[in-house]
């Protein structure tokens, strides 16, 4: 068989809910590895959060972070990368907006810096991952260079207007999108953005033909992803959007749902324990 591409997100997707890979998916996965299929990391999260699980598979591809916003190979110098910013100034009359808002919370992800506008201990912790320079404060005074990404925390019930005001006021400057669990957040990176465009470049930087690429994911944050790839599965855990443009719906992230469908894919015989 032809050497595959498949392309993983991770919360909801890859990561069950205790934000671990099974042992089950992790044993296809190898054995796929093992059979000369490459897999690859997209995801929303920065490297530094998504790092462990990268090591944890014994990965040799480039990662595809922040939604596509900075695509980077960690074990090779021979791969382009790119690193997408936001406009400094577009950045601030965003954030200006979403504080007339009342959100919970704004982020912004500079380099290794993250910049938190309230203090929020649980928040904390979730963006605290592979130990970055981390500062609590009005962004609109302690942003003063170009963000990776904006996260926007909101009461869920207040997610969908601000979805449309985003589109509203800045559909042509930038791309927003809605994470995963455990937070509510909604992600804005420079227009243009996806994960497919950085996949693309992964395949070809891997030679591998777009007829060979499977992918997984569960938010609208997959989307673009999904639609790009030839066998594009949404987790049954997954946003109904998602599964309305998927090829196939597979088990949820509780349920070995990659590594059961990667295992009825390529035969490989692995019996399933649960």
């Known amino acids: ?42 995801t929303g999260r920065p490297y530094r959060a998504s790092q462990m699980y990268y090591h944890e598979l014994n990965m040799d591809t480039p990662v595809v972070n922040f939604n596509g916003a900075y695509v980077h190979h960690p074990k090779s110098n021979d791969f382009n990368t790119i690193h997408e910013v936001l406009d400094v100034d577009i950045s601030k009359n965003i954030i200006e907006k979403l504080q007339q808002f009342h959100v919970t919370n704004i982020i912004a992800e500079v380099k290794d810096y993250v910049f938190i ?58 791309e927003h999108r809605r994470w995963g669990a455990p937070f509510p957040v909604i992600e804005i990176v420079k227009r243009g953005i996806n994960k497919a465009r950085g996949i693309d470049q992964v395949r070809q930087f891997l030679n591998i033909e777009p007829e060979h690429i499977i992918a997984f994911g569960d938010e609208d944050n ?19 959007e998602l599964k309305d443009i998927a090829d196939e719906t597979t088990f949820s992230n509780n349920e070995d749902g990659i590594g059961r469908y990667l295992n009825n894919f390529f035969d490989l015989n692995i019996r399933y324990y649960s």
């Open 1 to 42: 068989m032809q050497p595959h591409l498949i392309c993983l997100d991770l919360d909801g997707t890859l990561l069950n809910d205790n934000k671990e890979i099974s042992n089950y998916t992790k044993q296809v996965l190898t054995e796929l590895q093992q059979r000369g299929h490459s897999i690859m990391i997209a």
């Open 117 to 174: 506008n309230n203090h929020d201990p649980r928040l904390f912790e979730g963006f605290s991952m592979g130990n970055p320079r981390i500062q609590t404060g009005n962004l609109l005074e302690q942003l003063n260079e170009a963000p990776t990404s904006l996260l926007v925390e909101a009461e869920e019930s207040k997610i969908p207007e601000i979805k449309d005001k985003l589109t509203q006021f800045y559909a042509e400057n930038i």
């Open 222 to 240: 997959d989307i673009e992803m999904i639609k790009y790839a030839q066998y594009g599965i949404a987790m049954d855990n997954g946003l109904q």
